[in-house]
């Protein structure tokens, strides 16, 4: 069984910038393809970003592209999105996910069979 805890979410004004964190424990990570998504208030989930088991790959959203960094740390088991030049639209509830079947998870939230339990970012104007 995969869990995972994310961290660093919070309040903050338009065009800083936040790190969040998950934490991954059970299978080994690197068999991990993971990912994040966001829902906003009154709204579906959605892709934010995914990374294969490696890190070779990732792929974001035309939304959060350019802004929006994610990595992994496969000796640490866990992944990082870094978020830059937050704009109140990016207000949600962050989810990590993991992929134990694919090398790289891609953007569709049915790859992901574990969830965190979110975060929360809040982007003032």
């Known amino acids: 069984q995969v869990q995972l805890v994310e961290s660093g979410g919070g309040l903050v004004q338009g065009g800083a910038s936040l790190r969040l964190s998950c934490a991954a424990s059970?299978?080994?990570?690197?068999?991990?393809?993971m990912g994040w998504f966001r829902q906003a208030p009154g709204k579906e989930r959605v892709f934010v970003a995914a990374?294969?088991?490696?890190?070779?790959?990732?792929v974001y959203a035309d939304s959060v592209k350019g802004r929006f960094i994610i990595s992994r740390d496969n000796n640490n088991n866990t992944v990082v999105l870094l978020m830059n030049s937050l704009k109140p639209e990016d207000t949600a509830v962050y989810y990590c996910?993991?992929?134990?079947?694919?090398?790289?998870?891609?953007?569709?939230?049915?790859?992901?069979?574990?969830w965190g339990q979110g975060t929360q970012v809040t982007v003032s104007s």
């Open positions: 996910a993991a992929d134990r079947n694919r090398y790289y998870g891609g953007t569709d939230a049915t790859n992901y069979a574990y």
């Open positions: 990374i294969s088991r490696s890190g070779g790959s990732y």
């Open positions: 059970g299978p080994t990570f690197r068999s991990l393809a």
